[in-house]
Structure formats: C-alpha cells, structure tokens
C-alpha cells in the first residue's frame, strides 16, 4: 500500500488522490491547503494549513501529489524531492524556465520516481495511435495537424474568469492549457522539436465586445439569456453535483450555494468584464528533427471534444478524434477503424479519456516496483515540451521563426 501526501488539494490533487485510493494500491496520510474544507476532502490524513508544515517534519509518505497553483509548484516540488519523496506533478512544471530546471536538477540528485501530469500520454486513444505509429502501419511521419478544442464554456469558466485568466497570476494560455499537447506531439512523433513559430492573440473577451446593457454579473443581466456564456446556464444546471466545474466555485454545490458564488464570487463575472489577458485562440507551427513538421490549433470557440489529429505519413495516414482512429492504407486502398473504448469525455470531470487514470496507475506501479519504465515521460523530456511553449509565445510576441537551442 502506497502512502500519499497530497500538497493542493484543489480539483486537480483531489482528483490524482482519489484515483489512487480508489485503485485500492494507496491512501492518502497527509494533506496541505490553506482551505480547511479542502483537507476536509481526506478526514483520515493528517491535515495541514501549510506544505512547509509537512515538508519540516521527518518524510511522512512514499509519495507526493504537488497541485498548487502553477507559481507554486517549484518549492514544493524542490523540496519534497531533497526529502526524498516520490513525486507527481501538476502540469506545467513551473512557470519560468530555470524554475523547470530547477525542478529537472533536484529530481535527478534525489533519484526520486519523478513524473508530470501529462496525462494525454495515458490514454488508450494515445495507446493506440502510438501503437500503430511505431508498427510503422503508415511509414514515416510526414506531417500532422492536431486541434486542441478548449470549449467554449471551459475557456470562459479557467481562462477569462478563472485560476489561469491572467499571465501575471499564473502564466501563459499555451503553457497553461496546451503543453499536454506539445508533449503529446513530440511523444507520439517521437522526435523534438526544432523550430517553432506562433500567432494568436485575445480576440473575443474584451470590454469592446461587451454587448449594450450587459451588467458586471450575469445574475443582473437583462441580456444573459441571448449570450453563450451566461454562468447561469453554465453552472446552475450541474447544481447538486460534487465535480468539476462546480467544485471550484464553491464547497456548496446545492442550489443556493451555487447562486450565493455567481453573485459574490469570480465566476458570475461578464466574460466581457473581466481583467483576464491571456489568448483565446492561438496556433502553432513546429519542425522537428529529421524535417517532420506539424500544426497546432487551440481555440475556444468549440464544444468541450475530444483533441481531434490527423497524420499524413508516406504510406498512409490517420485520422482520429479522441474515441476512433481511422487508418487508411495506401497500398491496399484498405481502411480500417479501430476503437479506443475512451474512459471519460475530454475534460478534468471526464478524467481527460482515461488519462488520468492512465497516469496515477503508472505512478504507482512505478513507486511499488521501483522500475520506471511505466512512466512515460522523462523529466528531461517534461523540460524538452515545456521549451517549445515558451518558444511559441516568444514567436507569437515577437513575430519571429524561434530555434530551439540544444534539443
């Protein structure tokens, strides 16, 4: 039985711990949030208000969930590794890159199961299509495109709302939201990325496009029903229930609990009257050694899907969205549709299609057998997806083609 500290016990470490005890193979003994009502979520482990509380004692688990806030992660995560704990990390790793190298470095000296939480790799869609992309069903890979479709509720309620709204407050949209999906790209092409160049910008959630009468809060709003991103009709439908997304807003998820949080808290806000700052749609162009290339697209203006991809090889390609792959041969003119059988839809309540699943077995087999061979992401491969989104957005600011340096 693994034994768990859980640092950040928000909708993310929550999840990831609940998982685990859920699989029978661990329980949680410790908790650190400066909520009581969230170490309220584990009653049989030992709570504190402060993770330095726990990291000044003597190691109390096997392991460590670090859920904080992005800006947060970086002393825990270097801390916890000097004490030798096994570590699970919240994408992205931190914020800054030497922050990231930080993390690398002290993982490595404390030779500790190290692995970030990019739980797309996890999935038995990634499975699969990684499957078929090594057996070589459609000879080398040319080139891909792959969509990452936010939803245009989840942009509205994490990013123009939200924990991630600002850069200042936590750290870019890409970096953010979509370093699962370089590291995706580079894990299933299997090759790093060499140059990268980026637009996009904050089209939509502006005060310029706030429609005439709107009021600073949707429960006031006499134009709310027409809109798309009323939080009544976001929030209040779910009321009753104790998931993402209403676990964020409040600990009470009845009716009333629900309401009392759009009229005082950040999540009854106008889209449109916000202080958010990071992009609403952005795309991203990559090389990759050997000359692959590839095309990224996040947007928000999407249902809440599944991550939809196509790659073009020289023998055939693939087409797939999140639940099948659709394989056509060149050569024998066949096509062939293989269903993943996804756990989940797309999103954190849906558990990312088995993803997060997927990842905290693998974190536990690997604490248990002490063979690493489960994880699928080095640290130093975490380090590699986090450089390309930092090189994206220095392309997206800056108009230019970035080179990755060292890859």
């Given at each position: ?74 002393e825990p995560a270097v801390r916890f590794a000097e004490l030798g704990y096994d570590i699970l990390l ?318």
């Amino acid at each position: 039985m693994v034994t768990l500290a859980v640092v950040g016990a928000g909708s993310r470490g929550t999840s990831y711990a609940r998982h685990a005890v859920e699989s029978g193979q661990a329980r949680v003994v410790a908790v650190a949030d400066p909520l009581d009502g969230r170490r309220g979520r584990f009653p049989e482990a030992t709570p504190y208000a402060d993770w330095r509380e726990l990291a000044a004692l003597p190691r109390q688990a096997d392991a460590v969930i670090i859920a904080t806030q992005d800006r947060d992660h970086v002393e825990p995560a270097v801390r916890f590794a000097e004490l030798g704990y096994d570590i699970l990390l919240e994408k992205p790793m931190a914020v800054s890159e030497d922050d990231c190298r930080a993390i690398v470095a002290a993982s490595e000296r404390s030779d500790a199961i190290f692995a970030v939480c990019h739980v797309l790799r996890y999935t038995p869609y990634t499975r699969a299509l990684k499957a078929l992309l090594d057996a070589g069903r459609i000879g080398e890979i040319v080139n891909i495109q792959h969509l990452e479709p936010v939803g245009w509720w989840h942009q509205a309620h994490s990013y123009v709302r939200g924990n991630w709204r600002r850069t200042d407050e936590s750290t870019f949209m890409l970096l953010a939201k979509s370093c699962h999906d370089l590291d995706w790209l580079v894990h299933v092409t299997g090759r790093r990325v060499t140059r990268v160049s980026s637009f996009g910008n904050l089209h939509h959630f502006t005060p310029e496009n706030r429609p005439p009468g709107a009021a600073d809060r949707c429960l006031d709003c006499a134009v709310e029903p027409d809109c798309a991103y009323s939080a009544k009709r976001i929030y209040l439908p779910r009321a009753g229930r104790h998931e993402w997304p209403l676990s964020v807003l409040t600990d009470d998820v009845s009716e009333q609990g629900v309401l009392e949080a759009l009229r005082t808290g950040p999540y009854g806000r106008c889209v449109y009257a916000c202080d958010n700052d990071v992009v609403d749609h952005q795309v991203v162009n990559m090389e990759f050694e050997g000359g692959t290339t590839a095309s990224f697209t996040m947007t928000a203006f999407t249902p809440a899907l599944h991550r939809q991809t196509r790659v073009f090889g020289t023998r055939g390609s693939i087409e797939g969205d999140g639940n099948l792959l659709t394989v056509h041969d060149f050569v024998t003119g066949r096509i062939e549709t293989v269903d993943t059988s996804a756990t989940g839809d797309a999103t954190a309540r849906g558990g990312h299609g088995g993803g997060d699943e997927g990842l905290v077995e693998a974190f536990l087999k690997a604490i248990a057998t002490r063979d690493r061979t489960s994880i699928l992401s080095a640290p130093g491969e975490s380090l590699h997806s986090h450089l390309i989104a930092w090189a994206a957005e220095n392309s997206r600011l800056t108009g230019e083609t970035v080179t990755l340096r060292g890859v």
